[in-house]
């Protein structure tokens, strides 16, 4: 299958997010310090963020700025020391680790660069893990739909080690996708990619943030990948500097 064939489908159904409030994140005040003494490293410095439902937000930034500190709190995989992160309403600053454990698997979709695939499962294992570890009853309609619309049907038995670059990528996709999230998270998901590679996995993002209005946060350090997301955040020193809409 050709990679411009990936996007032309036909819309199977879906499960919509409640709409209560276009609002989806808001983060206030928010600081993380490493370090203590002349170590002492300020991560970010007094963050405040608001992020609507759909949006396709690209984070960029020079290394050390701070923005995958930003996108693992929002994430729930580090807390602040000060400052509060609400999640469709949801201060998660507040959560114990067991209910961040729980909001990890259901309302967020983690990815990262090198996509964190579990080598001893197949392809169909690995995206059906969260669902597994809730006990959860796997809908298959839906996840065959969310395969078909990555190009990965016929990888279902397959192990990561089989599959190439980006086709874990696109499973790890598969897997951050599989709760119905309401965000997926990015962590510079194209930089272990070739350039072909790159603007299909940042295709598949614009394909499921317009079709399905899934709210994306994308961190690069890559400008043409940041030019994509329909908003751009600048962070320097821990602190945001530029906020523009890509329209």
């Not at 993380?32 to 410095?45: I, P, Q, R, T």
């Not at 998270?185 to 295709?203: C, F, V």
């Amino acid at each position: 299958m050709s990679p411009k064939n990936h996007f032309t489908f036909i819309c199977l159904p879906w499960h919509k997010k409640k709409e209560a409030s276009m609002e989806i994140l808001k983060v206030e005040n928010l600081r993380k310090e490493y370090g203590e003494g002349n170590s002492k490293v300020v991560a970010l410095d007094g963050v405040d963020l608001e992020i609507e439902r759909g949006e396709f937000v690209a984070i960029v930034g020079p290394s050390g700025s701070g923005k995958s500190t930003l996108l693992h709190i929002i994430g729930g995989v580090d807390s602040p020391d000060d400052g509060k992160v609400y999640i469709d309403g949801n201060d998660i600053s507040k959560y114990s680790s067991k209910e961040l454990a729980y909001f990890r698997r259901r309302k967020v979709g983690l990815i990262y660069q090198f996509y964190n695939l579990i080598p001893n499962l197949t392809v169909r294992h690995n995206i059906e893990l969260p669902l597994k570890l809730d006990k959860r009853k796997i809908n298959e309609e839906e996840l065959l739909d969310t395969v078909r619309k990555l190009g990965i049907e016929s990888k279902l038995d397959s192990f990561p080690s089989e599959l190439s670059g980006g086709q874990q990528q696109r499973v790890a996709i598969a897997r951050s996708l599989i709760y119905n999230p309401s965000i997926i998270l990015a962590d510079e998901p194209t930089g272990n990619l070739d350039r072909k590679n790159s603007k299909e996995i940042i295709e598949i993002f614009k394909y499921f943030n317009r079709s399905l209005k899934q709210t994306i946060i994308l961190i690069t350090h890559d400008e043409e990948i940041a030019l994509q997301a329909n908003r751009i955040i600048t962070i320097v020193d821990g602190k945001i500097v530029g906020d523009e809409r890509n329209e």
